[in-house]
């Protein structure tokens, strides 16, 4: 899981309705505790069941998640050479749903598709992600890309409130990944490089880009109202140079 070819091609950013940019700074903190590996490892006996055949963790009250420090290489990813700091990471595909739609799940670390697993989260009031790194982090799934085939990434859907807030980016869709958000209500990113100092040596980062998408990859949004606020790039997309996508 550690050594594979990243395959890439141009990147694609689809972006749906209203969408105001603004500028500002705040203090974060560091607590590292938790992660969820697997989809069923969430399951415990007051908030969250587990079922097998769908491979999908269900809340049943609002639930809260810590998270838990790592090296990036040991999640998946190999274009973060710096640490992380993750909630939920799909080495398997799984969903995680809430049972009435009514339910709010609070993160305070990212959650992270492995390779070619596909990790969705739908049918909540909130989604909130308040001391992410890397926020939604994928690395491939572009199923749509003309030189790499495969199922994965991260999928939200059908979610009144999302707030995603993290130190590098809000939503970094890596080589070949892809990152969808569908029928989102309201959508907050926020990135804010001031927060690295917070974690001393453990994160090195030195710029912040709020939306990043890699070459190869894809993120789709559509929300009835986004609201971008970066201390770094809002959107960045990464074409590279064409010699050395042909190379790989």
């Known amino acids: 899981m550690k050594n594979f070819l990243h395959q890439r091609s141009k990147s694609l950013l689809a972006f749906a309705v209203g969408l105001t940019i603004l500028s500002s700074s705040f203090a974060g903190e560091v607590n590292a505790a938790e992660c969820y590996y697997y989809g069923w490892d969430m399951a415990n006996e007051s908030t969250t069941t587990w079922n097998d055949e769908t491979n999908t963790a269900t809340l049943n009250a609002d ?47 990212d959650i992270m598709s492995v390779m070619n697993n596909k990790l969705t989260v739908e049918n909540l009031d909130t989604l909130q992600i308040t001391n992410g790194t890397y926020g939604l982090d994928a690395s491939f799934g572009n199923d749509r890309g003309p030189v790499y085939t495969t199922d994965g990434g991260i999928n939200l859907n059908n979610i009144k409130n999302v707030d995603i807030s993290g130190t590098v980016s809000a ?56 609201t971008i606020t970066s201390t770094g790039q809002a959107i960045t997309a990464a074409a590279h140079n064409a010699a050395y996508l042909n190379g790989l």
């Not at 040991?74 to 339910?103: K, R």
């Not at 869709?173 to 100092?197: F, G, H, P, Q």
């Open 171 to 226: 939503i970094y869709s890596d080589a070949m990944a892809k990152v969808e958000l569908k029928d989102i209500d309201n959508l907050k990113l926020t990135s804010n490089i001031n927060r690295v100092a917070d974690y001393g040596q453990y994160l090195t980062a030195t710029a912040d880009y709020t939306i990043y998408c890699d070459y190869g990859s894809l993120v789709d949004i559509s929300a009835k109202n986004t």
């Open 63 to 109: 639930r809260s998640i810590n998270r838990a420090f790592n090296y990036s290489y040991n999640f998946g990813s190999q274009s973060h050479t710096e640490g992380q700091f993750v909630s939920l990471a799909g080495y398997n595909p799984y969903t995680v749903a809430g049972a009435t739609g009514n339910e709010k799940l609070t993160l305070y670390g």
